[in-house]
């Protein structure tokens, strides 16, 4: 018998079972088993996703009223104030241009500061200044997107109309800025990330140059993360895209093919909310416009979030 | 031998060149710039937060918190039912996506296969998870419209407003009879559902409202009538009509499931679903490789090292992200809005599974966009019961992450 320091040695290893047991081994097969389906379910959930977004809009595509080419390049969308179906203007351009001023003018606000502020978060701030603003992004990024909606109805609205009264009651600067708040903290964690995965070496490199510390962050941070920074900016960019319930809120019901941000907007995710607030039934080819209308969003944010993983895989620096 | 660059040349500790002084101030400048600008998003949080209480701390108080929608008089309009609502379905949905995404989490993090394919279908899992978490909440709540609420529309065509489907469970159809004492309420089984009424000839099984069988008995009423109160109470006029009514148990269900609880549930559960893959897989990457090996070292399988040693130290970090998704679950209003709706008309929170349900958030957006002002007071009190409830739910996950 193997004795070590007094203690017996475990049966298992004095019979040199170094394997696990039979019954473990067993077991393990059926968990494994589980584990992978529930990881292939994830991937059936996307094609669940693709399948009902093509299956319901072929209902919408195939309709005699509509034309694919009128569809992408018509500038009139009167899905919900023609009555008579084959008065129905499908043109999605209206809607596109109203869900890209709204998301302009959101990343006009949550890409500099979401990008400055997670400059100071990684190369400035103090741990007294971060004890306060972590916590303070983390409840801004925390709060319900339909608060943001009622914030820029109650308060972002008025004020714009005070200052220039020409911006109408519902437009889309208000919904715009809203928008941009909620994804400053986005744009704001992820960058810091990037930033913040920049070796230590890089930036005293800098500083024994004679660099000061803005040097360091504009000229050696910030392009040593690039890749991260812009793929938060892209990802910012596609969940401004697909928010509903502020543009709901705030962005108006009317659908305009204009460039100005003072006028109503009727967006993608409005016209969907809205589609759904009416009282057109299942089945009709308006109601089925709402899933060519989804189909479309779906492309374009999927494309954002894919061109935001590959450059943050392929061009990421790895250091050591 | 190299040069000694100028600026080593000229180097005067004391007195620095004007290039290095504007250097030195542009970096003041800069540094105040990004203290001002980071600020401002504390600012915003406080501006945000303190004129939702202003406008809405007024209309919080015990009607408020116990009532239902009113349509007609704000004063009386309360907001219990989404309470209870919001709740349940967060519950429910966190039943549902937990284990799910932990399951992912497990597989992603703690099975890496050593085969080349099964590697590539890794990767694929992994990228597909983060394309679902940039998917739009609202496309997820059309995927939730399709499947649930009208299943493709394989078991026929489901209108609006209107409940039909094929029941499974949980639910009896009973006609509704007065007794003859005006009195004690008999109910018939229901066998043809078709028939929204039934019309009383003879004597047929019959039930009280406890679900005791009684002996039923049928009255001629140009015969004299039973004098024995008891028998009263079981006794029907012949000719009475009865209307026909359904009790449902909390586990009713059919399908397809309609705009309920349970599609809602679902709906949000796939929403939530890659940020707890997400999260959970941090936590994972957190436990250090020296506790797996320790395990394997006892000759423990995989499956046992993830069981008894990965994922207990990893918990405070899953529940975390769990609690996290929960918030957001709470908040998410798109996808609930596509699968049941705005109605915002309900005097209870749901009673059973099929039932409909009204959130915080919908009630908020309903409200919100009502154009009357004292119902806009009253989306700000909401939102600030809202808001409380997920600052208590941060603060736990916040005391959670401290504990790792």
């Known amino acids: 018998m193997i004795v070590n320091r007094g203690l017996p040695v475990p049966n298992a290893l004095q019979n040199k079972r170094y394997r696990a047991t039979g019954s473990a081994r067993r077991s393990e097969r059926l968990v494994v088993g589980a584990l992978v389906a529930c990881a292939l379910g994830t991937i059936a959930l996307s094609v669940l996703i693709v399948v009902m977004l093509i299956k319901e809009s072929w209902n919408f595509f195939s309709s005699p009223q509509v034309s694919l080419v009128e569809f992408l390049s018509g500038s009139e969308w009167t899905a919900l104030e023609e009555k008579e179906l084959d008065k129905v203007k499908f043109g999605i351009l209206p809607l596109l241009s109203g869900t890209l001023r709204v998301t302009g003018i959101a990343m006009l606000i949550a890409w500099p500061l979401g990008l400055i502020t997670a400059i100071y978060l990684s190369e400035f701030a103090s741990k007294r200044i971060r004890r306060v603003l972590k916590p303070a992004l983390e409840v801004l990024a925390g709060i319900p997107t339909v608060v943001f909606g009622y914030f820029a109805i109650l308060l972002i609205s008025p004020a714009l109309q005070w200052f220039s009264p020409s911006f109408d009651t519902f437009n889309a600067t208000s919904a715009g800025i809203a928008v941009g708040i909620l994804c400053l903290p986005l744009v704001c964690s992820l960058a810091e990330d990037a930033l913040s995965a920049v070796p230590t070496s890089l930036r005293e490199a800098v500083y024994s140059l004679g660099g000061t510390r803005m040097n360091t962050a504009v000229g050696v941070v910030v392009p040593a993360a690039l890749s991260g920074v812009i793929s938060a900016m892209l990802l910012a960019f596609s969940r401004a895209l697909g928010e509903t319930m502020v543009v709901a809120l705030a962005a108006g019901t009317s659908a305009t093919f204009t460039l100005d941000p003072r006028q109503q907007s009727q967006t993608m995710t409005g016209f969907i909310v809205e589609m759904l607030k009416s009282d057109l039934e299942y089945g009709t080819v308006q109601y089925y416009s709402l899933f060519g209308v989804a189909l479309a969003l779906f492309v374009i944010t999927f494309g954002m979030t894919m061109l935001g993983q590959i450059i943050r895989r392929r061009y990421r620096e790895v250091y050591q | ?404």
Not at chain 2, 4 to 26: D, G
């Open chain 2, 1 to 404: 031998m190299s040069e000694l660059p100028k600026a080593l040349e000229s180097f005067n500790p004391v007195e620095p060149s004007p290039r290095t002084e504007l250097q030195r101030r542009r970096d003041r400048w800069f540094r105040g710039l990004c203290l001002a600008i980071a600020c401002s998003s504390v600012a915003i949080l406080g501006l945000l937060l303190i004129s939702i209480a202003y406008q809405g701390a007024t209309s919080i108080n015990s009607t408020f918190l116990s009532g239902s929608h009113d349509p007609e008089n704000p004063e009386q309009a309360g907001m219990y039912p989404s309470i209870i609502g919001s709740l349940l379905l967060c519950l429910l949905c966190g039943a549902v996506s937990l284990p799910i995404g932990v399951a992912a989490a497990v597989y992603l993090e703690e099975f890496q296969p050593k085969n080349r394919w099964l590697r590539q279908l890794h990767g694929l899992v992994q990228l597909n998870i983060s394309n679902l978490a940039g998917v739009p909440s609202v496309v997820y709540g059309l995927l939730g419209l399709t499947m649930f609420v009208y299943m493709f529309q394989l078991f026929g065509k489901l209108e609006k407003n209107q409940v039909s489907g094929i029941d499974f469970w949980g639910v009896q159809r009973y006609y509704q009879f007065v007794a003859a004492d005006d009195l004690t309420v008999i109910m018939v089984p229901l066998t043809d559902r078709t028939k929204s009424t039934l019309e009383i000839q003879e004597a047929c099984p019959a039930y009280d409202t406890d679900f005791n069988p009684i002996e039923l008995v049928v009255w001629d009423s140009r015969t004299p009538a039973p004098s024995d109160p008891e028998v009263l109470s079981r006794t029907v006029r012949q000719g009475e009509v009865g209307a026909a009514v359904e009790i449902y148990n909390w586990y009713y269900f059919r399908v397809p499931f309609g705009p309920s609880l349970l599609a809602a549930a679902l709906t949000l559960s796939l929403v939530i679903l890659p940020i707890i893959v997400i999260a959970s897989q941090e936590a994972l990457r957190a436990v250090p490789n020296s506790l797996r090996e320790a395990s394997a070292g006892m000759g423990a399988t995989r499956w046992q090292t993830v069981q008894q040693v990965t994922l207990p130290s990893a918990l405070p970090g899953v529940l975390t992200g769990a609690i996290l998704a929960m918030g957001r679950a709470i908040g998410e209003a798109a996808p609930i809005f596509v699968v049941l709706g705005g109605n915002i008309a309900r005097r209870t929170g749901p009673e059973h599974l099929m039932d409909s349900c009204v959130t915080m958030p919908i009630l908020i957006f309903a409200w919100a966009d009502n154009p009357v002002e004292q119902y806009r007071q009253l989306a700000a009190a909401a939102i600030i019961v809202l808001v409380a409830l997920l600052l208590v739910m941060n603060s736990v996950a916040i005391y959670l992450r401290g504990r790792t």
